[in-house]
């Protein structure tokens, strides 16, 4: 069984920076693609990002181009996602997810989630 574990959420001011981190256990990390999504309140979720298998490959939603970098440790099972120039709009629960096929943006296409961390810009 795979099991993902977000952690670094927390609130911050905007402007501000936190590092998300998912733990991935099991001895295949290395052959997921990895992705983080977030959903604020009333609202469905989104992607946010996405890094291939060797971490060669990243992309990102339009709205967090220049101040979301993910990458990924496959030593050490972890997906990272470093949070810059935080915005209110920012605010929702972070999620990682791990994809054994496809590199896509569609949720629906992941096959394991973690529980979520919270995430918070005050203005």
């Known amino acids: 069984q795979v099991q993902l574990a977000e952690s670094g959420g927390g609130l911050v001011q905007t402007g501000g920076s936190l590092r998300l981190s998912c733990a991935v256990s099991g001895r295949t990390f290395s052959t997921y693609n990895m992705g983080w999504f977030r959903q604020a309140p009333g609202k469905e979720r989104e992607f946010v990002s996405i890094i291939s298998r060797s971490g060669a490959y990243t992309y990102y939603t339009d709205s967090v181009k220049g101040r979301f970098t993910i990458s990924r440790d496959n030593a050490k099972n972890t997906v990272y996602l470093q949070m810059n120039s935080l915005k209110p709009e920012d605010t929702a629960v972070y999620y990682c997810?791990?994809?054994?096929?496809?590199?896509?943006?569609?949720?629906?296409?992941?096959?394991?989630w973690g529980q979520g961390t919270q995430v918070t810009v005050s203005s």
């Open positions: 997810a791990a994809g054994i096929t496809t590199y896509s943006t569609r949720a629906e296409n992941y096959n394991y």
